[in-house]
């Protein structure tokens, strides 16, 4: 079993955001985030890293993943999740974190795991599961429209087209 997640990029699109999850178990929730950076058009790359399983394979991810070009990463982990704050710690990179649905006790861990970061070492920590994943992926399309005028315009219609979904599905008669 590989450890990439194969990426719909093209081969000329250098990837802006990396979406790094804990195991291939998380994929179900974090190609969520995927999702949206490709409906937005963002191009990023995915692979699974653990913190536990493979720590030298994360600190390298982190310590490289400015000078390979990307802007945000993505990090999505369950239980003992560990993996987006230890990337935060070895880069400068903005870091969003996914807390994945656990088993155990329903993501609550993954949760708690990701947002209690000590003062200085930031991750920006999403809703546990799918809606955290998709939320990752907007926000981190947001970050990148605060530089990209195009993406702005995308971002906007990605918002005005949910308000006209909820309009037309409000309509019960
Ligand atoms: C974490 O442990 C992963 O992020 C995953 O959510 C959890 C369980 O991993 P598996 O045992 O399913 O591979 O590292």
Redesign the pocket.
């Known amino acids: 079993m590989t450890d990439q997640i194969q990426s719909g990029n093209t081969a000329s699109e250098s990837p802006l955001v990396g979406v790094i999850?804990?195991?291939?178990?998380?994929w179900d929730t974090m190609s969520a985030a995927c999702e949206m950076l490709d409906r937005l058009g963002v191009p990023h790359e995915r692979s699974v890293v653990?913190?536990?399983r493979t720590p030298e394979r994360m600190f390298e991810y982190a310590r490289s993943a400015a000078d390979r070009g990307l802007k945000v990463i993505i990090a999505?982990?369950?239980?003992a999740?560990h993996?987006p704050g230890m990337v935060a710690s070895e880069t400068v990179l903005p870091v969003i974190g996914v807390p994945?649905q656990?088993r155990a006790l329903q993501g609550l861990d993954s949760l708690l795991s990701i947002v209690q970061m000590p003062g200085g070492i930031p991750v920006a920590t999403m809703s546990i599961g799918v809606a955290g994943a998709k939320n990752a992926g907007v926000m981190a399309a947001r970050i990148l429209a605060t530089g990209d005028s195009d993406l702005r315009g995308r971002v906007q219609a990605f918002i005005d087209q949910q308000r006209d979904d909820v309009i037309a599905s409000a309509e019960l008669s």
Not at 76 to 79: E, I, K, L, R
């Open positions: 999850m804990g195991s291939r178990n998380d653990s913190a536990h999505g982990a369950g239980g999740a993996l994945i656990s």
